[in-house]
């Protein structure tokens, strides 16, 4: 028996039922999509958007270091070459308040934030600096600073050295005009490009007008961050800004872990 040549024409809506019968047995429907498309967003969220918010915080707390580095040599340029204390003691002056002037109204506001403040600081709620000035080690032989001593470019005035290097007189003139101290001088630097002058030092101590941790001679408090309280800012990196104004992130080991040599913390780059 021939078979009629005649296509069998489904019902439209049967027809629609295959249709979809068929795509949700090939593919996904559109619940099923919008749900993979929603778990795939938040595992993004959760393992990227970290790491994307901190490369941001890292970006801006670079930019902190890079206005105070600017801020410094204009406090230079506006004492005859000289770069700020790291501290004086006798009325509890730090670099902090000697380049806070030299910074732009947008950076200065109530308690001289934000410039002073890493945005990765756990502890910014509590005090208001993040940063610390690399410190000379004011002993007889780094006295007078120059290009012959390995350590930093902060002088630390306090009352030991102070009675040292100073006699009666001078010690009373320090009290009154601090200005009338001998601060290390850019000429002096021999490698600005690889001299450090402010790094990140994250302390509930470090505070702004206060002398406490407003200079550090070395890597190893850094290193004691991450390794003892475990305090990772920036993956464990910290971001350096050097006397020429350019700014690295490093770890502490890249930046010099070992007193002398030639790492950044000194500025003798002879050794």
């Not at 595992?43 to 890292?58: D, I, K, N, Q």
């Not at 009666?168 to 021999?190: F, Q, T």
Request: proline share 7%; net charge neutral; glycine share 10%.
């Amino acid at each position: 028996m021939r078979r009629s040549g005649k296509r069998r024409r489904l019902h439209p809506e049967k027809a629609r039922g295959n249709c979809f019968a068929f795509a949700g047995a090939r593919g996904f429907a559109r619940p099923d999509l919008a749900a993979t498309v929603g778990v795939a967003i938040i595992l993004l969220l959760f393992f990227g958007a970290g790491r994307v918010g901190e490369r941001g915080r890292t970006a801006r707390c670079a930019a902190n270091l890079a206005a105070l580095g600017r801020a410094t040599q204009s406090f230079a340029d506006d004492h005859e070459d000289a770069l700020p204390p790291a501290a004086i003691e006798p009325g509890s002056v730090a670099w902090d308040a000697q380049v806070a002037p030299y910074l732009p109204p947008n950076r200065v506001k109530k308690g001289m934030g934000p410039s002073f403040q890493c945005p990765s600081d756990p502890l910014a709620d509590a005090r208001a600096r993040s940063y610390a000035m690399s410190a000379h080690d004011m002993q007889p032989e780094n006295w007078p600073p120059g290009p012959d001593n390995v350590t930093g470019v902060g002088l630390v005035w306090n009352k030991e050295s102070m009675d040292r290097l100073l006699d009666e007189e001078h010690r009373k003139m320090a009290v009154s005009d601090p200005d009338s101290l001998a601060l290390m001088k850019r000429e002096s630097i021999s490698a600005p490009s690889g001299t450090l002058v402010l790094t990140e030092m994250i302390s509930a101590e470090n505070n702004l007008k206060e002398t406490a941790w407003a200079g550090i001679g070395g890597p190893g408090p850094q290193l004691d961050l991450l390794l003892k309280n475990h305090i990772r800012i920036h993956a464990g990196y910290f971001n350096y800004v050097m006397l020429d104004g350019h700014v690295e992130l490093q770890t502490p080991l890249q930046g010099g872990a070992t007193s002398g040599g030639l790492n950044i913390w000194n500025i003798n780059k002879a050794n």
